[in-house]
């Protein structure tokens, strides 16, 4: 179902991974106040917070991951495609968990940072997603290995 606001898909899937204990009203709430908040913070910046938030969400989302793989005795870190419904999935998580980390008064506040700072192509999430490239990147001599 799309979101009532922006009519939009992506946005309801992100609420519900940002969802907790079933609350999905809080969830909108703090995902609409981070929006505005990034409305407020990023006046330089020409495009919609929706946009922002999507290309955001583009900047952070992983092409590759590495599985470990056991062969013989030796463990492998093997770099293998996401699917990518699976890439999207990710990236929300990834957006989600390192905005909690973040030091902030509320939510939607650490939110609206990591949405920002993931545009601007920094941040926890970004970082996390330039190791797995990295790290997939050192381990593709166990590519042959992809089950």
């Known amino acids: 179902m799309p979101d009532p606001r922006y009519n939009d898909t992506l946005v309801?899937?992100?609420?519900?991974?940002?969802?907790?204990?079933?609350?999905?009203?809080?969830?909108?709430?703090v995902f609409y106040d981070a929006l505005e908040l990034i409305?407020?913070?990023?006046?330089?910046?020409?495009?919609?917070?929706?946009?922002i938030w999507k290309k955001a969400l583009e900047n952070i989302t992983p092409?590759?991951?590495?599985?470990?793989?056991?062969?013989?005795?030796?463990?492998?870190?093997?770099?293998?495609?996401?699917?990518?419904d699976r890439k999207i999935s990710i990236s929300m998580k990834n957006m989600i968990m390192f905005a909690?980390?973040?030091?902030?008064?509320?939510?939607?506040?650490?939110?609206?940072?990591?949405?920002?700072?993931?545009?601007?192509?920094?941040?926890?999430?970004f970082k996390k997603k330039e190791d797995t490239h990295r790290m997939a990147e050192a381990n593709k001599a166990f590519a042959h290995f992809r089950f």
């Not at 409305?39 to 946009?51: C, G, M, N, T, V």
């Not at 005795?73 to 093997?78: E, H, I, N």
């Not at 509320?106 to 990591?114: G, P, V, Y």
Request: charged share 35%; no cysteine; glycine share 8%.
């Open 12 to 29: 309801t899937r992100f609420v519900n991974n940002l969802m907790i204990k079933g609350k999905k009203n809080v969830a909108y709430e």
């Open 63 to 84: 092409q590759v991951e590495v599985k470990s793989r056991r062969v013989g005795g030796a463990t492998f870190q093997v770099p293998t495609e996401i699917r990518p």
């Open 39 to 51: 409305e407020k913070r990023a006046k330089d910046i020409e495009e919609s917070p929706l946009d």
């Open 100 to 125: 909690n980390k973040r030091t902030g008064h509320s939510m939607s506040d650490k939110l609206a940072a990591e949405i920002l700072a993931a545009y601007k192509e920094e941040g926890g999430a």
